[in-house]
T-cell receptor, first 111, second 113 residues
Framework: GENVEQHPSTLSVQEGDSAVIKCTYSDSASNYFPWYKQELGKGPQLIIDIRSNVGEKKDQRIAVTLNKTAKHFSLHITETQPEDSAVYFCAASLVDDKIIFGKGTRLHILP | NAGVMQNPRHLVRRRGQEARLRCSPMKGHSHVYWYRQLPEEGLKFMVYLQKENIIDESGMPKERFSAEFPKEGPSILRIQQVVRGDSAAYFC???????????FGPGTRLTVT
């Protein structure tokens, strides 16, 4: 079955700098790649997603890139702010909608 | 427009008791998914349901766990004879259809003592 690897597990960046989180997936049939942000005590919140027919997508300070050949996808957050501190999960989905999550990256924004 | 609702938010059960977790999907959504999250880990898929049908239960433990999504009312995840290893956060997500985005509820944190 599908397997999603995510790294780093922890990331600390200075406020205002950029943060990059990288993921790989194993099943070339996966065609949907959402990213979720989870704050302490809350459910995951969908922040951006990309489908396999697109290589890059951007929404304000957040961008996601997808390399289908290498089975890599990445989340880029620019001009980081304190409220970006959270755990971020990448995920991959097959057409039957079962979402497979990575283990998460704990992002700390340093003042 | 209310989001996905789950209750209770916190549930404490003694070993051997039953736990019932409820999920009301977003308005207009007829697809429900249950995931389990252990401390410091990602979410693991458990089961995917549509109204009155289980579509995929490949992530459900074979014993003690069951799920339903009746024609009327919320989806229920039921855990019988709970053990300490069942302690986790259980999240429900809903979507409007196959291939659509999944939106998550706030979760139910189950503690088995």
């Amino acid at each position: 079955g599908e397997n999603v690897e995510q790294h780093p597990s922890t990331l600390s960046v200075q406020e205002g700098d950029s943060a990059v989180i990288k993921c790989t997936y194993s099943d070339s049939a996966s065609n949907y790649f959402p990213w979720y942000k989870q704050e302490l005590g809350k459910g995951p919140q969908l922040i951006i997603d990309i489908r396999s027919n697109v290589g890059e997508k951007k929404d304000q300070r957040i961008a996601v890139t997808l390399n289908k050949t290498a089975k890599h996808f990445s989340l880029h957050i620019t001009e980081t702010q304190p409220e970006d501190s959270a755990v971020y999960f990448c995920a991959a989905s097959l057409v039957d909608d079962k979402i497979i999550f990575g283990k998460g990256t704990r992002l700390h924004i340093l003042p | 427009n209310a989001g996905v609702m789950q209750n209770p938010r916190h549930l404490v059960r003694r070993r051997g008791q039953e736990a019932r977790l409820r999920c009301s999907p977003m308005k207009g959504h007829s697809h429900v998914y249950w995931y389990r999250q252990l401390p410091e880990e990602g979410l693991k898929f458990m089961v995917y349901l549509q109204k009155e049908n289980i579509i995929d239960e490949s992530g459900m433990p074979k014993e003690r766990f069951s799920a339903e999504f009746p024609k009327e009312g919320p989806s229920i995840l039921r855990i019988q004879q709970v053990v300490r290893g069942d302690s986790a956060a259980y999240f429900c997500a809903s979507s409007s259809g196959q291939g659509a985005e999944q939106y998550f509820g706030p979760g139910t944190r189950l503690t088995v003592t």
